[in-house]
């Protein structure tokens, strides 16, 4: 009988059994905002990766929209000319 007025006078269980629940609570949030923060990156990788593909489908068919031929190569030799 002292043991279990014993138990229920120490509270420093209580504390730790309150902290631990409210870890409990934060993990299971932030499991819940990851999985669904997760599946947003995935939608958004998954169109973004797709519109890439077909851009450089596009490209390699020649439909790129012209600008397809890069740009001709900077000649270094040349002093760089002001204008007036």
């Known amino acids: 009988m002292q ?3 014993k138990m229920l006078k120490n509270e420093k ?3 730790a059994i309150e902290y631990g ?3 409990a609570l934060i993990a299971v949030a932030a499991i819940g905002a990851m999985t669904s923060l997760g ?3 995935r ?3 998954t169109t973004t990766s797709t519109a890439l593909q077909a851009g450089v489908q ?5 439909g790129g929209g ?5 740009p001709p190569p900077l000649n270094n030799n040349v002093p760089f000319e002001r204008a007036s």
């Not at 596009?58 to 020649?62: L, N, R, S």
């Not at 012209?66 to 890069?70: A, C, I, L, Y």
């Open 3 to 5: 043991f279990i007025r």
């Open 13 to 15: 269980g209580a504390t």
């Open 21 to 23: 629940l409210i870890a």
């Open 39 to 41: 599946s947003n990156l």
């Open 43 to 45: 939608t958004t990788f």
């Open 58 to 62: 596009a490209g390699q068919a020649g």
């Open 66 to 70: 012209g600008g397809t031929t890069p």
